[in-house]
């Protein structure tokens, strides 16, 4: 069966083996939650929620359904109907409205009998947001915040609501917390920074904690990798946990009882939205390999070898593919570093090519070896990719990752440098083309990159960070930057310039290709102008293009599309021939 005239659905999810749901918006445009019966082909509204549903799940054996919806504006009578003012708060500077708390709501099958189960200021987590029913459907535990603010989400924690009981719980974990799973009925799974101080700038260890004693007691597993989990096994009491490690993914069978033991992937690289797993622990991945594109493969068991069992991408596959390769060096003060290396499609060893280094984001994140889309498309330009994994990531242990708290900079950028010139000793690299790219924090090592080193004929920031000052007052996340840099602004006014872009914008002289949403309250499109201004006024040679949008990045295909070709001409027309 298809489901047809559906295309605004997302968040699919099986009621029962007949039945599934997902999330589409009603006549009102407000998001809900609508069911397709395999057997008839019939769509069915369950939910009619006034405010719209945030995010749904089915208790186990589907009788009910929790939601999460925002709390409606409160009514205003007389003149003060037109007053739309509001008290500003941790938000970005573009908030429009007094930001709403989300509670959590519980209704039955057919969507009738809803309850509110949490009330107060206290909201669901905007960011960190993630909930799970308890396996006998008598529980909820879903991530918090003290507010609906936006940097609230730094001061998330675990609250569990009793349904038999009618109360809520808050757990006593350590804050942030990113991620929750009931273990069995009593015990839960926390997900949340091993270094809760660095905020957001920390690994994600896994912790088991007593949800009915609640007296902070927690077991971690022991893998120094930024960890999430799949899936829990209750009644084997284990889960699967991933993480990644180098320019790969590793997924772990694990308890907290016993040694986690790692499972065969073979090539796959799977991010964590791309893997689902049975409660009999057979697997299904969605991955590319280094000579695939993505598809989805399927794990008998968790010990069995992945198994292809789909073929949409073959023609795509099947075209000249750059050559992927994995490469470790050490950077200026010893540290050990990795990054993945894309070559042309018709690579000879004894010509020369333009390299372009394209950085990554995050900074908690990392380049995987497999076959990348973008990278590729790149590649077949006729330009060597090279993708570093700098101090920052999280892909070489906590140590490495937190190095770069009060280090945001300097450290990122010798890292890369390193493996630019360990990649010219190894390759065929033209050193007069090297360029450089990279989006959010690739964009900002990149401003920090032209404005430290001078060899770059080009380069291209994305959405780039130039003022940590802008990013502490006018970002939706503004404990980011002091997070990242160890102290506020005004406890330490001279690291937040040392480590700015912006305050050696006299000293950039590549040419510097700026993109930027007008609307993204992530990093404010403040950071771009300040920087085109200042190229411009000194007669660098700078173009800045607006996308009139919010969002940190464009999700359009027309606009995605308008980024790539203007990001490769403007390689194109500075490489030359």
Known sequence: PVIRDQSGMYSLQWRNSEELTFINTDSNFKSQIFSFALKTGDIKQITRHSQGIYGFKWQPGGRSVAFFSRDSLPEKIGWEKHVKSFEAGLN?????????????????????????????????????????????????????????????????????????RDTIFTLETRRPVWGIKFMDNRNLICNRPRQPLSLSISSGGLYLIDGERNNGAQDSLDIDADLYV??????????????????????????????????????????????????????????????KYKELFYKESPFAAPVQITHFNLKVSSCAQGRIETISWKSEDGTSCNGVVTYPPDYNPQMQYPLVVAIHGGPVSSSQGELYFYSQLLAAQGWIIFEPNYRGSNNNGEEFLTAI????????????????????????????RIGVMGWSYGGYLCAWLVSQYHFWNSAI???????????????????FSSSLIGASPWDDMKEFQETSPISYANQVETPLLILSMS???????????????????????????????????????????????????????????
């Not at 990644?244 to 997924?251: H, I, Y």
């Not at 939205?273 to 299904?284: L, R």
């Not at 009060?406 to 050193?431: C, F, K, M, Q």
Request: proline share 5%; aromatic share 8%.
């Open 230 to 291: 799949h899936k829990v096994m209750p009644e084997k009491g284990k889960f699967i946990a991933a993480g990644a490690m180098g320019t790969r993914t590793k997924v772990w069978l694990a308890s907290f009882s016993g040694t986690p033991e790692e499972l065969e992937l073979g090539e796959l690289v799977p991010s964590d939205q791309e893997m689902d797993v049975h409660a009999s622990g057979a697997m299904a991945i969605v991955s590319a390999t280094e000579n």
């Open 405 to 432: 708290v009060g280090d945001p900079a300097r450290g990122p950028g010798e890292d890369i440098i390193s493996g630019i010139n360990t990649l010219i000793r190894s390759s065929t690299i033209d050193t007069s």
């Open 92 to 164: 970005s500077y573009l908030t429009r409205e007094m930001p709403r708390p989300v509670h959590l709501w519980v209704c039955d099958q057919n969507g009738r009998n809803s309850r509110q189960i949490s009330r107060g200021v206290q909201s669901y987590s905007s960011h960190y947001g993630d909930f799970d029913w308890s396996p006998d459907g008598t529980r909820i535990a879903f991530i918090s915040q003290p507010s609906a603010h936006s940097s609230a989400k730094y001061r998330s924690e675990v609250q569990v609501a009793d349904l038999d």
């Open 461 to 479: 920031m994305g959405a780039g960070i130039t003022d940590h000052l802008d990013m502490y007052t006018l970002s939706d996340v503004h404990l």
């Open 519 to 577: 609307g993204d309250e992530r990093v404010p499109v403040t950071n771009s102008y300040k920087m085109f201004h200042a190229l411009r006024d000194r007669g660098v040679e700078t173009k800045f293009i607006v996308y009139p949008m919010g969002g940190h990045v464009p999700s359009d295909p027309a606009h995605v599309r308008d980024v790539r070709i203007r990001m490769i001409d403007w390689f194109k027309n500075h490489f030359g021939k």
